[in-house]
């Protein structure tokens, strides 16, 4: 709504001393319509038009809100989400542990055979002796021309058959190479998830060679 008040005397006096008529507050003016209140905001001064577009604002506001919630998630949903995750995970989980534990195995296997295969390769090519040692406590092996120690899987448990002068202490044993290839024999013995995996040495030939429950692939 647009209030006006009356002009002063003087300011309703044109140059020359003209009179200029304004309508006074209140007064109908030809050829101008007044908007027409809403009914609903006639306190406040709002037209119909007013209204219809805070209406519209109102309505595209709530649709607005009502999306949003629609997409994300209640409480509820997201507990039984949780409760679902947790399940499949416990079902899950007891069946990859026997799983990994044979590929540790398979793996520390291959990586004692291709150990022992090296030695023996060592031996024949500098022509002298190459050994291999395993500590079967601490779960390491070495080979005696490199100075790095390799660990083992510590869940694997390892045993070793060796002669007795390759022997030194209770833990720690040596399968000898010769530079003709042949070796002083002997087996490794890896055990886990149930399963036995084993690495012989032929003491004639050198030869190394993978077999499972004693039984040679």
Sequence with gaps: MIIREPLPPEARRLPGGRRLALPDAGAEVPGLTRPTPCPHRADRGYSLGQAAAFRLSGTRLRDTL??????????????IVLVISSIVMATLVPNF???????????ATRDVASALRHTRGQAM??????LFELNTIQHTYRVSDRPKVYKLPPEIELGLFTTTTETLDEGTGRIRFFPDGSATG????????KQT????????TG????????SDQ
């Design 66 to 79: 009502e999306g949003v919630r629609d997409l994300g998630f209640t409480l509820i949903e997201m507990l």
């Design 97 to 107: 542990g026997p799983a990994i534990a044979r590929a540790q195995l398979y793996s």
């Design 125 to 130: 090519l500098k022509g002298q002796d190459a």
């Design 186 to 193: 002997g087996r490794v013995t890896l055990i886990a998830a």
């Design 197 to 204: 995996r084993v690495v012989d040495v032929n003491w004639l």
């Design 207 to 214: 030869e190394v060679r993978i077999g499972e429950d004693d």
